[in-house]
Every structure is written in structure tokens, then in C-alpha cells.
């Protein structure tokens, strides 16, 4: 290679001479650096000992003779020159800052070049489909389909389904009676999808992961078609789609789909029902419902909101996790104003509504304010119950790293929660609330007081009993009291017919299988207390058993299962006692345990 070498007509050019490069010459002089430098493009001169970047050609050309002089931080040539960026030390090793951004830069283009010259992309279905071909559902005869709506219909109200039972089974069997158009394909699948999810006989069960797909397929891009005529039809089909995800351990899933319910409910104003304040003027772009056509109808979007409500707010305190739903709101004007829902019947016979309206229905909950909407039905009760147990479980998240001011307020709203929760509980009766109900509401009755109980158990466990000013043994007392009382539930009677019930429920058991476990250990170094425990381990066990059966259809509810199982098998290995022994089955059945008759 020659040892003039010119790189470009406007760059720099190699030429020895006293052991250094020179650039163009010019009128003005030459710009000279040292021969072990390397240079990579016109506008950057790179050097070991010093590296000074040009703007462009025209400023090398004005610059006069400068040779590094070694000086840190700045060199003294480039200070005499006033030259404006700061000279760049690096080792022989090391790339300066300007070579690492000139091969970023590089890469970029070029990866800009290979999309510009990309073909089409071929997309892919992300379920599944392996039964469309061969769609045993696209043709159920009607005995089939009968038989799915049957059992649907017999656990809809452990299903988060709000539509007047009634009115639906008429408009599926005589659309035309009622001059309405047929229900809403979707809607029907994810109906018949829950028979066969329920259904006692093998060849229906057979339907279901056909259906599934059938249901994934219709429900697509349904929050966004949204229209106000069919919207309740919408929400209607998430919320049953969001349960189903749920008890079969998708949950993930299932929050998604909750969330675009909510989005879609909160949009057209459910949460405003009969609201008699005006809405702020952030909120006027909002679509508001049509108008209703009946009393049964507007029933049916209050218990919309309501069903909502819970489904949102039981799965979040279940899993620990944030509520879509804000309620109270901490939005100026987002607050929920639909009175509390009223059972079915009472809408039917005209809804009894308040004349002058309802407002901040949640936060009067929470604060204590006396209303007229006195919220003292089923539907209500239920409600009530899971917003006590998730503002309880929502404190949990929230208790460690605060500051100073931001613990005065936490334990403030943690005596408003305590406060509401004990007065909810004062309310409840076992023997006028369930006792006598037909076995739909006696269920739901059950729940709520199970729920209420959690909270409780939730909300003391959060702070030391010295720093509620209360004595440790009062606490305890008071946590071991709403186990006990959640025990005695789940033995109710009214659990042995049920084939499906509400998947949260595991954890609300889960939680009172861990105080128990808590207070036989605490019983143990008591060491006098041996009848007692037996006693705890049996009512144990036999809570097992239930859940069990009922775990059958729920995915979820079977984890749960294990954990508690896990509790159980705890609680009992940590006993010295020859009196009672374990055999923890991993199976469904549950623990067993039996005594020796020696104490």
C-alpha cells in the first residue's frame, strides 16, 4: 500500500512524516495528530491519547495546526483553540464513545433497511382450534342443548349471572313471544359452555373444550362492538366467561376478561343508576344507557353493576391483588351512586325505588352514614360482605414502607375499615338470615357470612394488638371466633346438595384453616388442652371432606384444596400426642384422622 493514501476527496489522507498524519492543507495551515491514531469517518479523529470531534469538514479546515498535548482533563491545544467539546482519553484497549455510537448507528439502518424490505408477516390463531374441523357443537341438537341450558340454569346463581331467570328462559325457548330477536350467539355458547362444565353425565362433558374454542372464537372483540341495545348482553357473557376462566385455573384470563367488562359497565354509567348527582364535566363525554323498558329491566342493570362489583372485588382480595373497580372512588365524580341491589322478585313487582334518587353508595357503606337504601337484601348482604373483605385484604398490600404522614392516614382508614366490618357482622344472624331461605338465597346468605367473617380475620392480622390498643388475647380471641364461625358453615347442611359454589370461597376457608392451625400450636405449649385439639382436627377434617366434593368442577378451589390439606398435615406433626394420628391423603377424600383411644 502506497504510504500517501487519500481516504476521500473532503476526509483526511495518511502521510508520513515525523512519524504523524496530516490533513488537506490549507491556506491557514495543516491539522496534525499523532501517527498511532485511528479514524473512521470524515467527521471523527480518533487518537490514544486524545480525541477531538468535528461538527463538519468546513470547521477542520479553519482549525490551525494542533497536536495533542496529553493534558487532562482538556489538552492545552484544544483550550487555546476554544474548541468546544472536550478532548477523549481511552487506552489502546478501548473503543471511544464516538466508535461505540457510530456501530449503534450502523446497526440501526440497517435493521431499518430489513423491515423496509420485509415481506408479509403470516399471522397465526393464538387458541388453538384442533376440534373446528370436526365441530361437534356447531349442530347440538335441541334435547342436547336443552339439557346443557338445564343444569346451567339450576347453578346460575353461583355463576355471576344477573339476567332475570324468568324472562331468559322464555326468550331462549320463544324468542319470537317475546318479539325479540334470539340471544346473542356468544352469549349462548358461554351458557351452554357452563352445562357442560356442570354436567354429571360423561358424553355432555365431552362438549365442553369444543365449546371453550367455540366460545373464545365468538367473544372475540366483543368489549370493542359494543353498542348500547346490546350492551348489558356484553357484559352478561364476560362475566360468565371471566367465572368460567377462573374455576378452571386461568386466571390471568379471567382478570383480563373482568377488566374489559368493567371498562365497558363503567363507560355506559352502571355505576351511576338513579344517581342524583350531577356528573362532573370530565365525565359528560360518557355514554349514558338508553332508556329502560321496564321496572325488570332496570333490576337487571343494577344487579349488572352489582354483579360486577363482586365478581371484581371477591378476586382481587383472592388473590391479592388491585381492584378495577375503585370504590370508593378516589376519582372526583366516579364514585358508585346504583342503590344496593334488590333481589329478583322485587323488580318483578315494580323495584320500590327511592324517589329522590341514590348517591355515594359505597362510601356511605364504608363511613357509616345512615341512607334510606338500607342495602339489607340477599343480593345487598353478599355485597357488602365482599367489599368488607377486599378493603381488609387492600390494607395488607399496603402496610409496610410508609412514611411517617402516610401512616397517620393508613391508620385511620384502618379504624374506618375495622369499624365497618364490625358493624356489618353485629347485623348478621345465622338464624334469621339462612335459616328458612330457599336454598338459591340460604347460599348466598352463607357466603356472605363467611366473607364477613374473612374480613375480620383479615383485618386483624394486619397490625400488633399493642399498636390497636387492645390486648394480644383479645385478638386472638376475636380472630379465632370468625374461624370458628366460618367452620361451622362450611358443615352447614346446606353445602350437601350443592355441586358448584363460588371459587373464592377456598380461600376464604384456606384463611380459617390457618388460624386454626395457629391456635392448635398455641394450645399445644399450653399443653392441658388435648380435648380441645382433637375437637379442632375433627371439624378440621371433616371441612376437608366437603371441600373436596366440591372442588370436583373448580381447578382453582382444588389448589386451594392442597394448601389446606398442607395446614392440616402441619397442624398435626407439630403435636407430641399419642392420641391422634394423620394419614393425609393426596387425593380428594383429604385427610382422615383417627383416634387411638389412649390418651
Not at 334488590?342 to 341512607?371: K, M
Not at 381488609?392 to 404522614?405: G, R
Not at 364461625?485 to 358448584?500: C, F, H
Not at 382436627?537 to 376437608?544: A, R
Amino acid at each position: 500500500m502506497p504510504r500517501d493514501q487519500q481516504l476521500s476527496k473532503d476526509t483526511l489522507f495518511r502521510t508520513r512524516n515525523n512519524g504523524g498524519f496530516f490533513g488537506p492543507s490549507t491556506a491557514e495551515g495543516q491539522f496534525w495528530i499523532n501517527s498511532s491514531a485511528k479514524f473512521y469517518h470524515p467527521m471523527f479523529t480518533e487518537v490514544n491519547d486524545c480525541s477531538v470531534l468535528f461538527n463538519s469538514v468546513h470547521s477542520l479546515h479553519n482549525l490551525r495546526k494542533l497536536k495533542c498535548s496529553g493534558t487532562r482533563p482538556t489538552c492545552t491545544e484544544c483550550e487555546r483553540a476554544n474548541a468546544e467539546d472536550e478532548c477523549e482519553y481511552i487506552g489502546k484497549t478501548e473503543r471511544s464513545k464516538t466508535s461505540i455510537l457510530q456501530d449503534e448507528i450502523d446497526r440501526l439502518q440497517a435493521r431499518v433497511r430489513d423491515l423496509e424490505q420485509a415481506g408479509h408477516i403470516l399471522l397465526r390463531q393464538p387458541y388453538k382450534e384442533t376440534s373446528r374441523p370436526c365441530d361437534h357443537t356447531s349442530d347440538l341438537s335441541k334435547d342436547i342443548s336443552k339439557q346443557l341450558i338445564v343444569t346451567f340454569m339450576e347453578n346460575a346463581n353461583e355463576l355471576c349471572f344477573f339476567l332475570n331467570s324468568a324472562r331468559f328462559r322464555v326468550w331462549i325457548e320463544d324468542p319470537v313471544q317475546q318479539h325479540r330477536a334470539p340471544p346473542p350467539a356468544a352469549l349462548m355458547s358461554v351458557v351452554l359452555l357452563w352445562g357442560a362444565h356442570l354436567s354429571q353425565d360423561f358424553t355432555l362433558r365431552q362438549l365442553e373444550e369444543d365449546l371453550f374454542a367455540r366460545v373464545l372464537r365468538e367473544t372475540a372483540g366483543i368489549s370493542s362492538a359494543h353498542r348500547p341495545d346490546n350492551f348489558l348482553y356484553n357484559l352478561q357473557t364476560e362475566f360468565l366467561l371471566a367465572r368460567y376462566l377462573f374455576s378452571t385455573g386461568k386466571i390471568i384470563e379471567g382478570r383480563y376478561h373482568v377488566s374489559c367488562a368493567l371498562s365497558i359497565g363503567v363507560g355506559s354509567g352502571i355505576n351511576k343508576i338513579r344517581s342524583n348527582q350531577p356528573p362532573p364535566p370530565r365525565y359528560a363525554a360518557i355514554s349514558l344507557l338508553p332508556p329502560v323498558s321496564d321496572m325488570i329491566e332496570e333490576g337487571e342493570r343494577i344487579l349488572c353493576c352489582w354483579s360486577g362489583f363482586m365478581l371484581d372485588k371477591s378476586w382481587a382480595a383472592a388473590l391479592e391483588t388491585s381492584s378495577d373497580m375503585l370504590c370508593p372512588a378516589e376519582i372526583p365524580g366516579a364514585q358508585t351512586d346504583t342503590p344496593w341491589p334488590r333481589d329478583e322478585e322485587v323488580y318483578e313487582q315494580g323495584g320500590n325505588f327511592l324517589p329522590e334518587g341514590y348517591s355515594f353508595t359505597t362510601l356511605n357503606f364504608i363511613r357509616g352514614t345512615p341512607t334510606s337504601d338500607l342495602g339489607d337484601s340477599t343480593e345487598a348482604t353478599l355485597a357488602k360482605a365482599v367489599f368488607c373483605w377486599e378493603r381488609a385484604c387492600n390494607l395488607t398490600k399496603d402496610s409496610w414502607s410508609l412514611s411517617s404522614e402516610e401512616y397517620i392516614e393508613y391508620i385511620i382508614s384502618y379504624d374506618q375499615r375495622r369499624q365497618c366490618i364490625a358493624r356489618f357482622i353485629s347485623t348478621l344472624s345465622y338464624s334469621e338470615d339462612i335459616e328458612g331461605l330457599i336454598p338459591p338465597k340460604a347460599l348466598k346468605r352463607l357466603k356472605a357470612h363467611s366473607m364477613a367473617h374473612a374480613a375480620n380475620i383479615e383485618i386483624l392480622r394486619i397490625l400488633p394488638p399493642l399498636e390497636q390498643n387492645e390486648d394480644s388475647q383479645t385478638q386472638t380471641w376475636s380472630m379465632i371466633s370468625s374461624a370458628d364461625e366460618i367452620m361451622k358453615l362450611l358443615a352447614s347442611p346446606l353445602l350437601r346438595p350443592i355441586q358448584y359454589i363460588d371459587s373464592v370461597m377456598g380461600s376464604v376457608w384456606k384463611l380459617a384453616y390457618q388460624v386454626l392451625a395457629e391456635e392448635i400450636i398455641r394450645l399445644k405449649l399450653e399443653t392441658l388442652h388435648w380435648e380441645i385439639i382433637s375437637d379442632l382436627l375433627e371439624t378440621m377434617k371433616n371441612g376437608v371432606t366437603v371441600i373436596a366434593r366440591l372442588s370436583k368442577t373448580c381447578v382453582f378451589m382444588r389448589y386451594q384444596l392442597h394448601e389446606i390439606q398442607k395446614i392440616v398435615a402441619s397442624s398435626v406433626l407439630c403435636l407430641d400426642y399419642r392420641g391422634v394420628e394423620v394419614d393425609v391423603l393426596a387425593s380428594v377424600n383429604g385427610p382422615s384422622l383417627r383416634q387411638n383411644g389412649s390418651e
